[in-house]
């Protein structure tokens, strides 16, 4: 009796699909000397970790709301920008020292480990107000760091331009709310 075997499944030649998660970091934070304030954002999208900038991507707002507060030309470096802003009292980081992620929305992120958010304002006492970037941003926040943390955190709009329910125009008006403590 001939034994049955199972027919070959078909191979497919089409382009499949395959983008394995890896897992990315985050940078170190930017803290000057003496910074008043701490803008903190979830975690660098693929073109910021590429170019090794906070807030890297030409499309987001960021950079952008910073040059028309401060009043620096938007084409200045990534080096001239961050002192500036170091200089004006901002330090920048992230909630999210590592993370899984496929593309760039906030919402693809799993397998998180965060940051020492409160070790970081412990160890800058100056700093007297939190600025979240975005809503998840925000949440991570309160969920995570706001017990530990006695100072304000505010929740400001996303400069991300995913975030299209405000204009630059209204973005930068919220975020000039930075200003008052500085």
């Known amino acids: 009796m001939k034994s049955l075997k199972p027919a070959p499944r078909p191979v497919s030649l089409a382009p499949q699909k395959f983008s394995p998660t890896r897992l990315l970091r985050s940078f170190k934070p930017a803290v000057g000397k003496n910074p008043k304030i701490l803008i903190l954002g979830t975690m660098p999208g693929p073109v910021a970790l590429k170019v090794r900038q906070f807030y890297g991507f030409p499309g987001n707002h960021f950079w952008k709301i910073m040059a028309d507060l401060f009043g620096f030309p ?3 470096s990534y080096e001239q920008r961050i002192g ?3 200089r004006n009292g901002i330090a920048l980081w992230d909630v999210f020292e590592s993370c899984e992620r496929e593309g760039a929305l906030d919402a693809d992120i799993t397998c998180v480990t965060l940051n020492d958010i409160p070790g970081l304002v412990k160890k800058h006492p100056t700093i007297r107000a939190l600025f979240l970037n975005g809503g998840t941003a925000y949440s991570i926040y309160r ?3 706001e017990a530990k943390i006695e100072i304000p955190s505010f929740r400001m709009p996303s400069t991300s331009p ?3 329910a405000m204009s630059y125009e209204q973005k930068k ?3 000039s709310g930075i200003l008052k403590y500085l």
């Open 173 to 175: 008006k919220a975020w």
């Open 143 to 145: 969920k995570n760091f």
């Open 74 to 76: 938007r084409e200045m």
């Open 84 to 86: 500036i802003l170091s």
């Open 162 to 164: 995913a975030h299209a």
